[in-house]
């Protein structure tokens, strides 16, 4: 399977713990886009990398969220001291390099925070 | 913030009906992309249009970028139970593809 794969695909974690997200880019893909969807919002854009850096972070909060991808290895959107508002679904895009019109996705990560 | 704003919300139709729905904005954007999202899935690109007045068909989806790049439409003819889902309009500026809320289309068999 080529596309885009995240892992895990549900998420049960309490109040005050970390999530870790993970997201392995579509092959030959080394740009990843992360978002969050609420119920009845539309996708909010986070964060922005490509292989060891970050391009644009100007979504992401400002505390307890954080986000990698290291040269080997899948992406990682870290949720420090979860609260119940954390709760969403998170999906990775990937697209093959900067200014792409186009962005594949994963079948996003649903994290519920008890 | 860019916003994207879909209309309509929600739509509910009779298989074989056609329908228009529109992603409008105030702002220019250098590509338009429109996905199709199921149920506990991520969205499914459809089409990217990247010139103002672009017109892509894609089977009996017809997409429209308008001639400013500041919106485009999606229609469908013939619309048949599996077009069923939630349409994303999404805008790309400089780093970030900005999404609209959403087109929740069911199509009753």
């Known amino acids: 399977n080529a596309g885009v794969m995240q892992n895990p695909r549900h998420l049960v974690r309490r109040r005050g713990q970390e999530a870790r997200l993970r997201c392995s880019p579509m092959?030959?893909?080394?740009?990843v886009y992360w978002y969050r969807q609420l119920p009845e919002e539309g996708l909010k854009f986070m964060v922005y990398?490509?292989?060891?850096?970050?391009?644009?972070e100007s979504g992401m909060p400002k505390e307890r969220f954080s986000a990698e991808f290291p040269k080997e290895g899948p992406s990682i959107l870290r949720i420090q001291q979860v609260v119940r508002g954390d709760s969403a679904a998170y999906f990775c895009?990937?697209?093959?390099?900067?200014?792409?019109?186009?962005?594949?996705f994963g079948p996003g990560t649903r994290l519920t925070v008890t | 913030t860019q916003l994207l704003e879909q209309s309509p919300q929600f739509l509910s139709i009779q298989e074989g009906e056609n329908l228009t729905v529109y992603c409008n904005s105030s702002s220019v954007f250098s590509s338009l992309q429109w996905y199709r999202q199921e149920p506990g899935e991520g969205p499914v690109l459809l089409v990217t249009?990247?010139?103002?007045?672009e017109v892509k068909k894609l089977k009996r989806l017809t997409f429209q970028f308008g001639d400013a790049r500041k919106d485009s439409s999606l229609h469908i003819t013939a619309a048949q139970p599996g077009d069923t889902g939630l349409y994303l309009c999404?805008?790309?500026?400089?780093?970030?593809?900005?999404f609209g809320t959403g087109t929740s289309l069911t199509v009753i068999p």
């Open positions: 249009v990247v010139t103002g007045g």
């Open positions: 092959k030959g893909h080394s740009h």
């Open positions: 999404a805008g790309r500026s400089g780093n970030q593809f900005y």
């Open positions: 895009a990937s697209s093959n390099r900067q200014g792409a019109y186009e962005q594949y």
């Open positions: 990398l490509q292989k060891e850096n970050i391009i644009d």
